[in-house]
Structures are given as structure tokens and as C-alpha cells.
């Protein structure tokens, strides 16, 4: 069973940091298209930031240079780093990992970001 558990969100002010981790169980990681993605008040679920299964990157153009995606396969765990964070930033970040094309996905992290 594939499991996702998020955490490092928070309240934060505008231009402060964040790094959310979400750790995986229940499956092989390395090999696996994994990232985050956000839902903003009123807004529908969109891509943060994400490895391709090839080991890829590919970020949305609203993060681009203030946010990076990395991750340890040794523990299983996938990480944002915020920077500069705006008040724009504001949802609910989700973890999501793709297992033989079965979308797993976390309970969600809050990030508020105060102006």
C-alpha cells in the first residue's frame, strides 16, 4: 500500500522560506514521476514542481527560481525548498508520486504566506 505523509508547512511572511518533505512508503522510489502540486483558495490543482520518471525536472513558471525540487532515495522522501516566498503562494501543497500509472497522492500541507 502506497503511502504519502507530508509536513513543513506553515504560516510564513512574504519573502520567508519553507521546505516541505513528504515521505513514501510501499513502493520503489527511485524510479517513480514524483512532485508537488498546489491548491489555492478557489483555484483548481496545479504543478509545483516534479521529476520526470527519467529524472527530469520541470517547474511551473510562477516558481521558477524560488522554489526547488529535490529528493533522497536512501530515505524515501521528496522535498520542496520555498524562497521568496509571495502571498500568492498561499494553498494547500500536495505530494504526489505515480505508481504504474496510479496517481498516489498525500493528505496535503498547509502554506500561508502573510503579506
Known amino acids: 500500500q502506497v503511502q504519502l505523509v507530508e509536513s513543513g508547512g506553515g504560516l510564513v511572511q512574504a519573502g520567508g522560506s519553507l521546505r516541505l518533505s513528504c515521505a513514501v512508503s510501499g513502493t520503489v522510489f527511485g524510479n517513480k514521476a514524483m512532485g508537488w502540486y498546489r491548491q489555492g483558495p478557489g483555484k483548481q490543482r496545479e504543478l509545483v514542481a516534479a521529476f520526470t520518471s527519467g529524472g527530469n525536472t520541470n517547474y511551473a513558471n510562477s516558481v521558477k527560481g524560488r522554489f526547488t525540487i529535490s529528493r533522497d532515495n536512501a530515505k524515501k522522501t521528496l522535498y520542496l525548498q520555498m524562497n521568496s516566498l509571495k502571498p500568492e503562494d498561499t494553498a494547500v501543497y500536495y505530494c504526489?508520486?505515480?505508481?504504474?500509472?496510479?496517481?498516489?497522492w498525500g493528505q496535503g500541507t498547509q502554506v500561508t504566506v502573510s503579506s
Open positions: 504526489n508520486v505515480r505508481v504504474y500509472g496510479v496517481d498516489f
